[in-house]
């Protein structure tokens, strides 16, 4: 039988480690970690991002987070920890994995933009 997207999610909400927004709120500014929002630019216009994030939607990670692809983000290729935020947690919990599989060790999953906001974290406009 194949897999639903449900079922996906719910495999990389195995492996990806989830964070609340106030465990998310402590780790912004430290070296080595980057803050990825996948939504897509609508989106982020909308209601900002967590400051200095990466603003990569989901569609284009592979080719910003593979070292040698023809167009890696080096600010995400030299990243030693990575949270990933979206809007629902889907995209976040599966480029987790996707994250994961291409050889990043530390990878978290803040999921929904909200909780971060809800964590009294503040939004850089998009």
Known sequence: MPKTSKDMVAEADATVPRISGAE???MLGKPGVVFVDLRE?????ASGK???????PRGLLEFRADREAATPDPALT???TVVLYCASGGRAALAGKTLQELGYGDVK???RF??????????EKG
Not at 41 to 45: C, D, G, K, Q, S
Not at 51 to 56: C, F, K, R
Request: glycine share 12%; net charge negative; proline share 6%.
């Open 24 to 26: 998310a709120k402590a």
């Open 41 to 45: 630019p609508a989106e982020i216009a």
């Open 50 to 56: 967590v400051p200095g994030a990466l603003a990569i």
């Open 78 to 80: 030299g990243a030693k």
């Open 109 to 111: 999953n803040l999921a």
């Open 114 to 123: 909200q909780d971060w906001v809800e964590a009294g974290g503040e939004a």
